[in-house]
């Protein structure tokens, strides 16, 4: 853990901080993300952060609005490994324009961004979602696109001044989406007049989509086009409203994006830059920056499905903001360690409660109500090892390591770890854990009341089961034959393994192809 009894836990730090100044009201916390490919487990660093500084402005008794901006107007610069190439056409085109890659859904954004809300929803988060495009098409910044128009060259001078850039004299911060194309990445903005902008869509302008060469004017409004997106966070804090909106540390650097954004925000828009401060970033395996347009690092949707909801906001609250995660949950101890942390942490919150950190990151880190008294946690580690035992009983098993009987809510959080270590051991568990089928070449030595056995298994793979009455009838069938159930179960594990030991025998059957398991056993049985 990283405090100590003394600190005060960040999210209460940070609202007495934004209260004690006076000047961020109404209290209006904002995050934004674009969804340009299935976004990665990272981004939700910045939705827990925000929410959980939006909780404690609650707590503490302030009224507190919490959004989230799902940035759909911005272009596809970057094409996802696991898109078909078919959607190479659209490089260069809004998001929101693009059509889903699934069924179902308006558009590409709609579609990821969606996704995306689905998990933080499930981890207890749930601000009001604002859609870019939806906010552009309803002219809602129509004026600040006029305000950046106007204002060209003092905008200009600050691209210079905060961040070294020089703009051409004709540079506009404004893309137009193309009527002839629909591409909004290829146009560039070459004059302004009042009333209509004279653009260009370029060939060659950026090397990952080609323009149409199409030229024109056309109105600033609505979605006929966007503002640049340094402008485009300014005019987002105007617009919205927002008064407290952190961001991740590339964004942080001196002269950066927020340094510009903010100068513009106060200089050319006229408005409050919102509270903020830099949060470090959550990388994946060897330390990358994960990205989504680029599909590189776990998606959220994908790590949602590995770890319990509790246990993965856990995993971002537990962290001061400062401090960089490193979770790669391929790594043989990284999803064990965080149980063991968990359990620790809920130990520290029976019995010091809130005023100590790590009790108040516990705490925190709940989706439901609260129990009054502790309950018995079974270990994760354990919880793998015994299911891959088939002769040990695990609700006995972990009624002898309690000293007593499970209670409903015990058994509940038993079966939910059950599962999710089902999962580690399928899709992340290192060699030495996971069990895989061998080669049907590889000779196997059984007896002839195992042979027997197996062929009876065969059979009962004819129907379809529950995996708990699958289990209790590969037991009843090892009696009936006078086999016992460790021989028996030895012969599964030998013949489809190599090992005389694996996962819970029905389970370990059930997630298999049938039909490879089938032709296994009948050729060990010749």
């Not at 050319?268 to 509270?275: D, G, L, M, Q």
């Not at 089928?437 to 793979?461: C, E």
């Given at each position: 853990?990283?405090?100590?009894?003394k600190?005060?836990?960040?999210p209460?730090?940070?609202?007495?901080?934004?209260i004690?100044?006076?000047?961020?009201?109404?209290?209006?916390?904002?995050?934004?993300?674009?969804?340009?490919?299935?976004?990665?487990?990272?981004?939700l660093?910045?939705?827990?952060?925000?929410?959980?500084?939006?909780?404690a402005?609650?707590?503490?008794?302030?009224?507190?609005?919490?959004?989230y901006?799902?940035?759909?107007?911005?272009?596809?610069d970057?094409?996802?490994?696991?898109?078909?190439?078919?959607?190479?056409?659209?490089?260069?085109?809004?998001?929101?324009?693009?059509?889903s890659?699934?069924?179902?859904?308006?558009?590409?954004?709609?579609?990821?961004?969606?996704?995306?809300?689905?998990?933080?929803?499930?981890?207890?988060?749930?601000?009001?979602?604002i859609?870019?495009?939806?906010?552009?098409?309803?002219?809602?910044?129509?004026?600040?696109?006029?305000?950046?128009?106007?204002?060209?060259?003092?905008?200009?001078?600050?691209?210079?001044?905060?961040s070294?850039?020089?703009?051409?004299?004709?540079?506009?911060?404004?893309?137009?989406?193309?009527?002839?194309?629909?591409?909004?990445?290829t146009?560039?903005?070459?004059?302004?007049?009042?009333?209509?902008?004279k653009?260009?869509?370029?060939?060659?302008l950026?090397?990952?989509?080609?323009?149409?060469?199409?030229k024109?004017?056309?109105?600033?409004i609505?979605?006929?086009?966007?503002?640049?997106?340094?402008?485009?966070?300014?005019?987002?804090?105007?617009?919205?409203?927002i008064?407290?909106?952190?961001?991740?540390?590339d964004?942080?650097?001196?002269?950066?994006?927020?340094?510009?954004?903010?100068?513009?925000?106060?200089?050319?828009f006229?408005?409050?830059?919102?509270?903020?401060?830099?949060?470090?970033?959550?990388?994946?395996?060897?330390?990358?920056?994960?990205?989504?347009?680029?599909?590189?690092?776990v998606?959220?949707a994908?790590i949602?499905?590995?770890?319990?909801?509790?246990?993965?906001?856990f995993?971002?609250?537990?962290?001061?903001?400062?401090?960089?995660?490193?979770?790669?949950?391929?790594?043989?101890?990284s999803?064990?360690?965080?149980?063991?942390?968990?359990?620790?942490?809920?130990?520290?919150?029976?019995?010091?409660?809130?005023?100590?950190?790590?009790?108040?990151?516990?705490?925190?880190?709940?989706?439901?109500?609260i129990?009054?008294?502790?309950?018995?946690l079974?270990?994760?580690?354990?919880?793998?090892?015994?299911?891959?035992q088939?002769?040990?009983?695990v609700?006995?098993?972990?009624?002898?390591?309690?000293?007593?009987?499970?209670?409903?809510?015990?058994?509940?959080?038993l079966?939910?770890r059950?599962?999710?270590?089902?999962?580690w051991?399928?899709?992340?568990?290192?060699?030495?854990k996971?069990?895989?089928?061998?080669?049907?070449?590889?000779?196997?030595?059984?007896?002839?009341?195992q042979?027997?056995?197996?062929?009876?298994?065969?059979?009962l793979?004819?129907?379809?089961?529950?995996?708990?009455?699958?289990?209790?009838?590969?037991?009843?069938i090892?009696?009936n034959?006078?086999?016992?159930?460790?021989e028996?179960?030895q012969?599964?594990?030998?013949?489809?393994?190599?090992?005389?030991?694996?996962?819970k025998?029905?389970?370990?059957?059930?997630?298999?192809?049938?039909?490879?398991?089938?032709?296994?056993?009948?050729?060990?049985?010749?």
């Amino acid at each position: 853990m990283l405090y100590t009894k003394k600190d005060m836990f960040w999210p209460d730090k940070f609202a007495k901080e934004i209260i004690k100044t006076d000047k961020y009201k109404p209290y209006w916390v904002d995050d934004m993300k674009t969804p340009s490919g299935r976004i990665h487990v990272g981004a939700l660093r910045g939705v827990v952060i925000h929410g959980l500084i939006h909780q404690a402005l609650l707590e503490k008794g302030k009224k507190s609005t919490y959004t989230y901006v799902i940035n759909d107007m911005d272009p596809m610069d970057g094409f996802p490994k696991y898109l078909p190439d078919s959607f190479k056409q659209y490089m260069g085109k809004p998001l929101y324009r693009i059509p889903s890659p699934e069924k179902g859904h308006k558009s590409m954004a709609k579609y990821y961004g969606q996704e995306f809300i689905k998990v933080f929803n499930g981890l207890g988060f749930k601000p009001k979602i604002i859609w870019s495009s939806e906010w552009y098409q309803q002219g809602k910044f129509n004026q600040v696109i006029k305000e950046a128009l106007d204002n060209q060259e003092k905008i200009r001078e600050l691209y210079h001044k905060i961040s070294g850039y020089d703009k051409p004299k004709d540079w506009y911060p404004y893309q137009v989406i193309c009527p002839e194309c629909g591409k909004v990445g290829t146009t560039i903005v070459i004059g302004w007049d009042g009333k209509k902008v004279k653009f260009e869509c370029r060939k060659d302008l950026v090397d990952w989509a080609e323009g149409c060469g199409h030229k024109g004017e056309i109105k600033p409004i609505n979605d006929n086009g966007k503002l640049m997106w340094k402008v485009d966070w300014a005019a987002h804090w105007k617009v919205i409203g927002i008064t407290v909106e952190g961001a991740g540390k590339d964004h942080m650097t001196e002269g950066g994006s927020h340094d510009l954004s903010s100068a513009i925000c106060e200089q050319v828009f006229e408005y409050s830059t919102p509270f903020n401060f830099l949060y470090e970033w959550f990388l994946t395996k060897g330390g990358t920056k994960m990205s989504s347009s680029k599909g590189v690092g776990v998606s959220a949707a994908e790590i949602s499905q590995t770890l319990p909801p509790e246990i993965l906001k856990f995993l971002m609250v537990k962290t001061n903001y400062k401090k960089t995660i490193i979770f790669d949950p391929a790594n043989n101890e990284s999803i064990l360690d965080l149980f063991d942390d968990y359990d620790r942490a809920a130990k520290i919150y029976y019995k010091e409660g809130v005023k100590n950190p790590v009790g108040r990151a516990w705490q925190l880190s709940q989706i439901e109500a609260i129990a009054k008294k502790p309950i018995f946690l079974p270990r994760f580690r354990d919880v793998v090892n015994y299911i891959q035992q088939p002769t040990i009983e695990v609700y006995k098993k972990f009624e002898e390591i309690k000293n007593g009987e499970l209670t409903e809510d015990e058994k509940k959080e038993l079966d939910k770890r059950i599962k999710y270590a089902r999962i580690w051991l399928k899709q992340y568990a290192p060699d030495g854990k996971k069990v895989g089928i061998i080669s049907d070449k590889v000779k196997v030595n059984l007896n002839d009341k195992q042979k027997k056995y197996l062929r009876l298994v065969i059979k009962l793979l004819d129907k379809d089961w529950q995996a708990d009455e699958l289990q209790q009838e590969l037991y009843l069938i090892a009696k009936n034959n006078q086999l016992n159930p460790k021989e028996a179960f030895q012969a599964i594990y030998l013949s489809l393994t190599g090992k005389k030991f694996g996962p819970k025998a029905a389970w370990f059957l059930l997630d298999q192809d049938k039909k490879i398991i089938i032709n296994r056993f009948k050729e060990v049985v010749k």
